[in-house]
């Protein structure tokens, strides 16, 4: 990975940033990788697939913790300045979402195990399927602005947001809709509710990412700012 | 508030420590208000109370903003050294954490708002209403541990956990129950359902905020340890 970054005195501080900042990349394949395939398990109603992937959260859980531990040490030996210290600052943020994201996977796994026990109807899994790609390709945009520092890409996925909200709302209106009809599917059909939200989270949590990108990059918390705002503090930081 | 920390040499650091830590107990003091108030509103149908709550979310957030501004601050100007580094650190996470909670308050409270318009059932909410109380509770003592800086009544909050777990199973049983015996019902019920996630993850957030008041006190990092592990590794930490 080439960084338009300064470089350092100590060459090995600039190695330890380098190295957590190539391990939440790790990190962020991971939970891609785990998304990615619990998407597939859902497509297939694929049990062993989904108790698979309920079983191997703890290698998101130990690089989380491995990934802090080693911000805390570079903030005690090193004292990391402005730029620096926000990139660790980032880090730490970012793996608390991964981690979150990761959490999310495994609850739909765990969904999609129960679905295929009770050989569960999945036609009510077409827009939630839709949906999680969504939330997937999220998720890989706001890793790749992290890792290219490009704080206008960030922001082009945090405007994503709302649609994932609306598409939430389309599935929702949906399943009552079945619900309604079939109130035998009701149990089938609420898991169904709880998979569309573990879905929106993870698009919060890709939402998340970004801020802490836009954060690195432009030294603004950007928490709680209106997207059009934002539009305009990063238009006019490029004039 | 009386502190058994040693004194730095600059008294304006002690302040700043200080400082950020009293904000966060204001921010918490606020965010389990706004918590004790969407009971409240629940348990009266309160929709004018309702939405003032989903309206007053803001002031949370610009906490947030603002103590996580005086963190990076510390960081950058004070360079601080083990325990102070600790305490920046879990203050940083503690606000993430209290920033949640106020957005699971304010889902519930437009639940509530909508409640009160569709003039729905309260009868699904009387399981509901223990657990967010039990959940408070749990919020107030969390906080409280991370205040006195007491590790061993953090963990015994977080082995409360399991408990609201139980509680959900228990409220999700009864509402499928609603659903099923009255189709109508689906839609209010499902609100229901809604807003008990929300005080489950409420829990969740109050459990992550024990953690980092272990993480403070202990100096160890015990996300993802179990419980059981981490009772023996405080009483032999007592030895």
């Given at each position: 990975?080439?960084?338009?970054?300064?470089?350092?005195?100590?060459?090995?501080?600039?190695?330890?940033?380098?190295?957590?900042?190539?391990?939440?990349?790790?990190?962020?394949?991971?939970?891609?990788?785990?998304?990615?395939?619990?998407?597939?398990?859902?497509?297939?109603?694929?049990?062993?697939?989904?108790?698979?992937?309920?079983?191997?959260?703890?290698?998101?859980?130990?690089?989380?913790?491995?990934?802090?531990?080693?911000?805390?040490?570079?903030?005690?030996?090193?004292?990391?300045?402005?730029?620096?210290?926000?990139?660790?600052?980032?880090?730490?943020?970012?793996?608390?979402?991964?981690?979150?994201?990761?959490?999310?996977?495994?609850?739909?796994?765990?969904?999609?195990?129960?679905?295929?026990?009770?050989?569960?109807?999945?036609?009510?899994?077409?827009?939630?399927?839709?949906?999680?790609?969504h939330v997937r390709r999220m998720l890989r945009a706001a890793l790749d602005a992290f890792a290219r520092m490009d704080s206008h890409a960030a922001l082009e996925v945090a405007q994503e947001d709302p649609e994932v909200d609306?598409?939430?709302?389309?599935?929702?209106?949906?399943?009552?809709?079945?619900?309604?009809?079939?109130?035998?599917?009701?149990?089938?059909?609420?898991?169904?509710?709880?998979?569309?939200?573990?879905?929106?989270?993870?698009g919060d949590?890709a939402d998340n990412i970004c801020e802490s990108a836009i954060f690195l990059v432009e030294?603004?918390?950007v928490?709680?700012v209106a997207l059009e705002d934002l539009r305009q503090q990063l238009a006019?930081g490029r004039?």
């Amino acid at each position: 990975m080439v960084m338009s970054r300064t470089h350092h005195i100590s060459q090995q501080f600039d190695k330890e940033l380098e190295d957590i900042r190539s391990k939440v990349m790790t990190m962020g394949g991971l939970v891609e990788d785990s998304l990615s395939q619990v998407l597939e398990a859902l497509a297939r109603t694929d049990m062993e697939l989904a108790e698979r992937i309920a079983s191997s959260d703890y290698k998101v859980n130990e690089m989380e913790v491995d990934i802090d531990g080693e911000c805390t040490a570079i903030l005690l030996r090193r004292q990391p300045a402005a730029g620096d210290l926000r990139l660790v600052l980032a880090v730490s943020k970012i793996i608390t979402d991964l981690e979150r994201v990761g959490d999310e996977v495994k609850k739909v796994a765990r969904i999609v195990a129960r679905l295929a026990t009770s050989g569960g109807q999945d036609s009510y899994y077409v827009g939630i399927l839709a949906m999680g790609h969504h939330v997937r390709r999220m998720l890989r945009a706001a890793l790749d602005a992290f890792a290219r520092m490009d704080s206008h890409a960030a922001l082009e996925v945090a405007q994503e947001d709302p649609e994932v909200d609306k598409e939430l709302e389309a599935i929702m209106r949906q399943l009552i809709t079945y619900m309604m009809e079939d109130p035998r599917s009701i149990r089938g059909v609420l898991d169904a509710v709880l998979a569309a939200r573990a879905f929106e989270r993870i698009g919060d949590h890709a939402d998340n990412i970004c801020e802490s990108a836009i954060f690195l990059v432009e030294g603004k918390d950007v928490r709680h700012v209106a997207l059009e705002d934002l539009r305009q503090q990063l238009a006019r930081g490029r004039e």
